[in-house]
């Protein structure tokens, strides 16, 4: 039905800081967007890394402007 169809054009996105999220990273794997926050580079599953929670928002901004462009491939990202 209609709910369906809006499931379909959404992506998880898990944004996290410490090791405890490298669960979620993984679990993610290439289904979603994970982000680690950490001021030092380190290993880790998620796909991206940003230094703070600015680079968090700004990330975000970016995606949502991609997504209303419909230039994000693979499954859309729902704009808010």
Partial sequence: GEQQGRE???VAV?????TSDEHAFR???????SVLVSEVAKETQARFHVKNPDEVGKLLQML???A???RVKGRAVKAA
Avoid: M, N, W
């Fill in 8 to 10: 379909s054009q959404c």
């Fill in 14 to 18: 898990y944004v996290g800081d410490d």
């Fill in 27 to 33: 679990a993610l794997g290439k289904h979603g967007v």
């Fill in 64 to 66: 949502t402007t991609l």
């Fill in 68 to 70: 209303r462009e419909g």
